[in-house]
């Protein structure tokens, strides 16, 4: 499993800067500011790309996680790690977008609507694996694909996606389980 | 045997490789430094909060109730209807007044207004309305101004000239016009908006206009041009981006070259694929044609073209010599603090220490209250170090 940038390390000193960090955010602190987007940005990007947010929406999609974060900081209480938090913020957000593009498409289908222009890829993504992928976590439902994502591309331990997902431990293994499943064969199901 | 480590199994083999892909997926950088960038503004820069988008149910069905009343009122409504001028004003002389009007025309003139009444003129009527911190607003014909809820100018309708001094450091003035705010720090800009539409034209200086969090910068000479109902139609309600995709910038026919930014950024988009392919001198040729044009798109390449001779070219003295000529270009730019750090940066690297000491002096001045100070600040102390005996 993959830990390499993950913000869901478990290791104390991270989350020890991270409460340095949040202290000196809330005290006004810009270059705390900086450091904090620089530690998240990159997770944050990737982890709303693997729930499908489109190319041409991540950077906005990012720029709102972190607007909320800013803004929410003062209520984070500590009682979850920072990184859960704001993986918590960025699932929320990212289901938004993912409504958002299911009442367009309805919409789109209405005759007085104009036809949504297909998203473009990202030429800097190795496409067609990518975009492969892509097709085959939207086939998950919003549910399995979040555990999925957290724990194979993000690297979260389990107890952790509980907190994201504010539920039991179990429910997760249980969505990972169905979740690898489902995709597996999905996969097997693509014409090579 | 544990998921997808099942080597001779072609399936896995794939999904663990597409799996391992998607975790180098983290963006480039120079999109995150330009969400950064964009942060700062919204975040730091306290005077443009940000809007929540609105859902799209209910903007569809607002829309419906308005059209239905609009529909019913021009049926039920006479033709003409007098005007009924809500400010009080002063008659000045005709002279301002094109002959070539065919009717009587009066220019008014209003108070200084900061929460009055919405300033209205009829047909064949002109308003001049002085506005607080020294601007000055005309309106055209058949226009309206009001002020919204956190008390900017509001071009309903028409068309408003706006005069604006140049403000004192940090502040900014605006106007709203349909779901856009215009901000700008001295200039003289047009403001239209009709049924349809909200455009801009810059006259003087640069203005930034905002839709939520989202912004395109206008230079003098430049127009602009968006819709009013943008949540009417998914094509439109898409939130315009710095990339120029829905907040598009136009470039007025006079203008030579005449660049926009749709082929821009395909030409940028192109470059991207190139480097992604192993083809930097192509991704290069194509940056520089790109960085040739004007907006956002043109921007882009012209620091990007930075990146790719020090990167991928490993020409780092031409890289300093195109971030040069990217801040050279585009003093003000959204990425002008990345190029001074870049030419920093590198010319660090390179050993020239005088060059990086004084780039190094330049940005702490230029940039006192910015976030990266302590690291300019180190890198400077570790080429003093290098420096010494």
């Known amino acids: 499993m993959n830990q390499q940038n993950s913000v869901g390390s478990h290791q104390a000193e991270p989350v020890a800067e991270d409460r340095v960090l949040v202290e000196r955010c809330r005290n006004g602190d ?17 982890f709303v790309s693997a729930l499908g947010v489109p190319p041409d929406e991540r950077e906005d999609a990012a720029q709102d996680v972190f607007v909320a974060v800013y803004r929410g900081l003062r209520q984070f209480r500590g009682e979850a790690q920072l990184s859960t938090w704001i993986y918590r913020i960025a699932a929320r957000h990212a289901s938004h977008l993912g409504r958002r593009r299911r009442v367009r498409s309805f919409l789109s289908i209405l005759p007085w609507h104009e036809t949504e222009p297909e998203p473009q890829p990202d030429p800097a993504e190795k496409a067609s694996e990518l975009r492969l992928l892509d097709r085959l976590l939207d086939k998950l439902s919003p549910k399995k694909r979040m555990v999925l994502v957290l724990f194979e591309i993000e690297g979260l331990g389990v107890n952790e996606i509980a907190n994201v997902m504010g539920c039991p431990a179990n429910t997760v293994w ?5 979740a690898r499943a489902e995709l597996v064969k999905a996969a097997r199901r693509v014409p090579t | 045997m544990k998921w997808l480590e099942n080597k001779t199994d072609r399936t896995e083999r ?30 730091f820069g306290k005077d443009l909060p ?3 988008a609105r859902s799209l149910m209910l903007p569809a069905l607002t829309g419906a109730l308005v059209a239905v009343g609009v529909v019913a009122g021009l049926w039920m409504v006479p033709a003409t209807r007098p005007s009924h001028p809500s400010v009080v004003a002063k008659r000045v002389a005709p002279a301002v007044v094109s002959a070539s009007q065919p009717s009587p025309v009066v220019s008014r003139v209003a108070a200084q207004v900061s929460s009055a009444a919405p300033v209205r003129t009829g047909r064949g009527e002109k ?3 002085a506005l607080l911190g020294g601007a000055g607003v005309e309106l055209d014909a058949n226009s309206v101004l009001s002020w919204d809820a956190e008390r900017r100018p509001l071009v309903e309708r028409g068309l408003a000239r706006f005069e604006v001094p140049h403000q004192a450091p940090g502040a900014r003035f605006a106007v709203s016009a349909g779901p856009y705010v215009i901000t700008v720090v001295g200039t003289k800009f047009h403001v239209g908006v009709d049924d349809d539409r909200v455009s801009v034209e810059v006259e003087q200086g640069v203005v930034e206009v905002w839709r939520g969090s989202r912004s395109v910068r206008l230079a003098a000479g430049d127009s602009w041009a968006g819709p009013v109902r943008g949540l009417a139609s998914p094509g439109v309600e898409r939130r315009v981006s710095l990339a120029g995709t829905s907040l598009r910038r136009a470039v007025p026919a006079t203008s030579s070259p005449s660049v926009e930014n749709g082929p821009a950024n395909a030409e940028l988009a192109e470059a991207r694929t190139a480097l992604g392919e192993g083809r930097p001198e192509d991704a290069l040729r194509m940056l520089t044609q790109c960085g040739k044009g004007t907006g956002p798109a043109a921007e882009n390449a012209a620091y990007e073209m930075g990146r790719v001779l020090r990167d991928s070219l490993y020409r780092p003295r031409a890289a300093v010599a195109a971030w040069v000529s990217y801040r050279t270009r585009f003093p003000n730019g959204l990425l002008r603090a990345e190029a001074d750090l870049s030419i920093l940066e ?44």
């Open chain 1, 30 to 46: 810009t270059v705390a500011w900086r450091a904090l987007y620089d530690r998240y940005a990159q997770p944050v990007f990737r």
């Open chain 1, 174 to 178: 249980s969505r990972l389980r169905h």
């Open chain 2, 14 to 43: 794939w999904l663990g490789g597409a799996l391992e892909a998607a975790r180098g997926r983290t963006g480039d950088e120079v999109a995150r430094r330009r969400v950064w960038a964009r942060i700062e503004g919204v975040v």
């Open chain 2, 50 to 52: 940000v809007r929540r």
């Open chain 2, 127 to 129: 308003a001049r309305v």
């Open chain 2, 346 to 389: 590198t010319l660090a690297k390179l050993g020239d220490k005088a060059a990086a000491l004084s780039e190094a002096e330049a940005f702490l001045s230029r940039y006192p209250n910015s976030e990266r100070r302590d690291e300019v600040a180190k890198l400077a102390a570790r080429v003093r170090g290098a420096t010494g005996p």
